[in-house]
């Protein structure tokens, strides 16, 4: 039988880890028998007691848990990727520590890999979170979907399941600066997708703040998608067409003897919209420089503190 390896970034989530370690624990038995576990979590610099229950679970379970502690917070995709060098299993799955995707859907999801898929999803069709919340992710995932990745299934996933062979390639790209869901479907592979609906955290607080809402948007954005850069340069044509046609009105307004578009106002609105539309575009420019920037200078995506293997 196979040997499943379970990853979970961890931030902030002391309260978490004890019900996460007894609900992965009892999970097991929804798996055909013979199935073996791994789990590697992954301390993505908490200033909680998040390391020392991470400690507690591995003492118990010393056989099957691998806890691996970063010097400082550098992300949950970050963090994912500092536990696959570590995930020994023929099947690696991606799960939160606040159990808001329910772990049962991992027997279902690891039946279809059994079929012959290499990368298998959990879509969410409905979040038991606040309407604000739910319209956030609902139009990030959305604008993705429309310019980005026109193949991410609707609603947008977390829980995730992919081969071996998915994670060897993820490895030996080294991405910078992406959104690990969707650099899975970026891949390429073929997958099936498993309907739920995200459930309401029940222990402690989210730590995905706006400012990271915003990072994650603007990276999927940079990462997967040129729309930004085709929309400044459609935007350009379109305002050298208006300037040229503007041109030809006041020539054509001066030789008939009409009066000229002139004046103060009308001057500084034109300066005051072309300087901004240069302002926004050298912005969507410099995000795409920034990251060229952060690739080309080789940094790890993470730093590990220490590992318990």
Known sequence: MSKITIITPCYFNELNIPVYAQRMIENESTFPEGVTFEYVLVDDGSKDNTWAELEKFHASYPHKVKIIKLVRNFGSTNAVYSALPYATGDCIAIISADLQDPPAIIAKMYSHWQNGYKLVLANRTNREESFV????????HGMVRKWGLSNLPAGGFDLNLFDKEV??????????????????????????????????????????????????????????????IRLISVLG?????????????????KIMGGVPITGWSSMMAVIL???????????????????????????????????KQ
């Open 133 to 140: 919340q739910k319209l956030m992710a609902n139009i990030t």
């Open 167 to 228: 994670r060897d390639v993820i490895v030996t790209m080294d991405d910078k600066n992406s959104f690990f869901p969707y650099l899975l479907i970026w891949l390429g592979y073929e997958y099936v997708s498993i309907p739920y609906v995200r459930q309401k955290r029940e222990l402690g607080k989210s730590t995905y703040t706006l400012t990271k809402k915003i990072k994650v948007f603007v990276d999927s954005f940079v990462a997967f998608s040129f729309f930004p």
């Open 237 to 253: 044509l379109l305002l050298g067409s208006f300037s040229l046609i503007l041109i030809v009105v006041v020539v054509i307004s």
């Open 273 to 307: 919209f072309v300087s901004s539309f240069q302002m926004i575009g050298l912005g969507i420019i410099g995000e795409y420089v920034w990251r060229g920037l952060e690739s080309s200078r080789k940094r790890p995506n993470y730093i590990v503190d220490k590992v």
